[in-house]
């Protein structure tokens, strides 16, 4: 059995037998991997592709050369299909930034392992390339046509197809072939990871270390960056997305000079084809190999797929299309509708009490319009409401009312951005007055069609006194 082979390695390398060998969860990878431990703890592996196997001991003799962080090998099996290495431990970054991700607030310790691991990447890239003889790299020596098609009609024959969506063959693979002539113009004689994620870096003493990558190839160094700051399941805000691009743009510059707008132009072609890569793999692996952990990840990788569709990508028309209808699929839009936030606005009379938020989050604004000038005082005015043009010119001309919108604005804005950012599904905002019938109501109204024009958030709008409902949908 291999397992014996990594027992023999520890014991000729650590002078004694391991006390114990503890298989290790599998991820994505064939591979195997073991903790075998005694009088030193080493990480064993297992993997039935010799030609991987020599890639990954090739590529760490080359960066551990370079001073680079990744786990020193110790010895390898006669056969190559087992070796032991480094144990760097049991933290990787993505459970290191768990809470991060889980609420999508990061901490200063979590975004600083972040700027770390960012800053880190162009010495892979570029340091990491200086030397090394790109022949030994599997499956393939480097980014290529070939391989674009490759991961694209993956993407097509793992994950579309499975979706049911009808669509014409040829025209998908003409957009395919433009979004490989793309991606290839931006080709460099720098080491492309592939795969650089946050489940491949390690932290240890606060520091990051890089493993998994005997997949890399010669490419464009923008691959990389879409995967680490785009991974689906990350779910990094866009404001620490941004932070995190200026970091990796600082740590380039030692490297090469910087076209910021062809940087980032380029980057989104790279982050849509690495998107439509990663639901052929999630489609690969979670409907036919049926790991939930895949399949629980569809939607993130969708949600990112939304987020670039928001601007147009004219060099794939009729891909863009088909996309779209993707994310329009009923059992794709009901889980992200779960996600999206409904703004609930009120207004209503306090002699008849405060509303109750019925999402049952018992948080939200609730603003006392008592103060503003009262029309209600003045009977020509009390047929009326807040909805009404009389009631509206007296309020306006007034002023007072619109000088309470402009605060109230400031902090609900606020909060709007970030239950967007965070991905939090309800916000309750209440105004009152004290019939509930001109000033809140105005208020109000207001503030609903001011959210849904300027985040384009689902807002429903109850006058409550007046028995009065809106919807203003997403936009």
Request: include cysteine; hydrophobic fraction near 35%; charge should be neutral.
């Amino acid at each position: 059995m291999k397992v014996e082979t990594l027992k023999k390695l520890y014991t000729e390398y650590v002078g004694t037998e391991p006390e114990e060998v503890l298989e290790l969860p599998a991820s994505g990878s064939n591979r195997r991997y073991y903790r075998l431990s005694g009088k030193m703890s080493i990480i064993g592996a297992i993997g039935e592709s010799i030609s991987e196997n020599d890639a990954f001991i090739y590529l760490d003799k080359q960066f551990k050369s370079k001073g680079l962080p990744v786990p020193a090998l110790y010895a390898v099996s006669d056969d190559r299909s087992c070796y032991i290495q480094e144990d760097l431990g049991s933290v990787m970054l993505f459970d290191a930034i768990e809470k991060g991700r889980s609420t999508s607030v990061f901490s200063e310790e979590e975004k600083e392992l972040l700027r770390k691991t960012i800053r880190k990447l162009p010495s892979i890239q570029f340091l990491g390339a200086d030397g090394l003889d790109f022949s030994n790299c599997y499956p393939l020596a480097d980014f290529n046509q070939r391989s674009i098609l490759w991961d694209l009609n993956y993407f097509k024959y793992c994950f579309l197809k499975a979706t049911g969506i009808d669509f014409l063959e040829d025209k998908l693979e003409d957009d395919f072939v433009r979004m490989a002539e793309v991606l290839i113009r931006s080709s460099s004689a720098t080491f492309m990871y592939r795969d650089f994620q946050s489940r491949n870096v390690m932290i240890r003493d606060g520091e990051p270390w890089f493993i998994d990558f005997q997949g890399g190839r010669k490419g464009p160094y923008f691959y990389d960056v879409a995967s680490f700051l785009w991974q689906a399941k990350a779910k990094y805000p866009p404001s620490l997305r941004n932070e995190l691009l200026e970091e990796y743009i600082t740590a380039l510059s030692k490297y090469k000079p910087v076209d910021r707008n062809y940087f980032f132009s380029q980057l989104r072609h790279f982050v849509l084809f690495r998107t439509l890569q990663v639901l052929g793999a999630y489609g690969f692996r979670g409907y036919f190999e049926k790991k939930p952990h895949f399949i629980q990840s569809v939607p993130y990788a969708l949600e990112n797929l939304r987020e670039l569709l928001c601007d147009e990508f004219v060099e794939y028309p009729y891909l863009c299309s088909v996309l779209r209808k993707l994310i329009d699929l009923k059992q794709f839009q009901d889980d992200f509708s779960k996600r999206q936030l409904t703004v609930k606005v009120m207004s209503f009379a306090y002699k008849k009490g405060i509303p109750e938020d019925s999402t049952g989050n018992g948080g939200g604004y609730v603003f006392d319009c008592r103060a503003v000038n009262n029309p209600g005082k003045y009977d020509r005015y009390k047929p009326f409401t807040g909805l009404d043009a009389p009631v509206i010119k007296f309020l306006e001309d007034d002023g007072e009312i619109t000088r309470f919108l402009e605060n109230v604005y400031g902090l609900v804005d606020a909060s709007v951005a970030r239950y967007i950012e965070r991905k939090f599904t309800n916000l309750s905002v209440c105004f009152g007055c004290t019939g509930g019938q001109h000033r809140s109501v105005y208020a109000a109204q207001h503030l609903a069609e001011h959210l849904n024009k300027k985040f384009g958030v689902k807002v429903e709008l109850v006058h409550r006194e007046q028995d009065i409902a809106q919807v203003f949908e997403k936009k």
